[in-house]
T-cell receptor, first 110, second 113 residues
Framework: SQQGEEDPQALSIQEGENATMNCSYKTSINNLQWYRQNSGRGLVHLILIRSNEREKHSGRLRVTLDTSKKSSSLLITASRAADTASYFC??????????FGKGTHLIIQP | DGGITQSPKYLFRKEGQNVTLSCEQN?????MYWYRQDPGQGLRLIYY???????QKGDIAEGYSVSREKKESFPLTVTSAQKNPTAFYLCASTGQSGANVLTFGAGSRLTVL
């Protein structure tokens, strides 16, 4: 099954800095999604990028997709303490739902 | 407000007991899913259901059972056959075909004593 793997596993930055995390996957995709999970909570959908798109923006989020390298990146600009969470990429979209990576744990230091 | 409600949020059980986790949605979504999350790990699919009275095994269905008698409800039973049931369980649903953007519940944390 398709699977994303995020890199790095953990990232700690100062508030106000930009945070970049990456996702690699194994097979061809129709789209790729990013989700956020606050500690002990459910996941929240952030953004979806389709295979024919190279870049997408949503507020302080910027997602890129390189299908030739089978990789995606999520950039969070001007980070805030509230951005502290785990971030997951997900692929799939068929009847059996999505396949998630292990996530990047992001810590924003005040 | 529409959403997914999971209960209980925390559950403790003794070895050998079956427990049932509730998942209710008022989003009018057709498809529902159960995922398991272990510390520092991603989500693994347990069961999913596309329509009422039909469900399919996911990647780690052994030791679990589900039912889908109503569109709104998709309860998960963790049976005594599940060898390592301590985990965080997440229910999700989607009403979109193709893209499958999932809406998640807040999760249920099961601890086996």
């Amino acid at each position: 099954s398709q699977q994303g793997e995020e890199d790095p596993q953990a990232l700690s930055i100062q508030e106000g800095e930009n945070a970049t995390m990456n996702c690699s996957y194994k097979t061809s995709i129709n789209n790729l999604q990013w989700y956020r999970q606050n500690s002990g909570r459910g996941l929240v959908h952030l953004i979806l990028i389709r295979s024919n798109e190279r870049e997408k923006h949503s507020g302080r989020l910027r997602v890129t997709l390189d299908t030739s390298k089978k990789s995606s990146s999520l950039l969070i600009t001007a980070s805030r303490a509230a951005d502290t969470a785990s971030y997951f990429c997900a692929t799939g979209g068929g009847a059996d739902g999505l396949t998630f990576g292990k996530g990047t744990h992001l810590i924003i230091q005040p | 407000d529409g959403g997914i409600t999971q209960s209980p949020k925390y559950l403790f059980r003794k070895e050998g007991q079956n427990v049932t986790l509730s998942c209710e949605q008022n989003l009018n979504h057709d498809a529902m899913y159960w995922y398991r999350q272990d510390p520092g790990q991603g989500l693994r699919l347990i069961y999913y259901s596309q329509i009422v009275n039909d469900f399919q095994k996911g990647d780690i269905a052994e030791g679990y059972s589900v039912s889908r008698e109503k569109k709104e409800s998709f309860p998960l039973t963790v049976t005594s056959a599940q060898k390592n049931p301590t985990a965080f369980y997440l229910c999700a649903s989607t009403g979109q075909s193709g893209a499958n953007v999932l809406t998640f519940g807040a999760g249920s944390r099961l601890t086996v004593l």
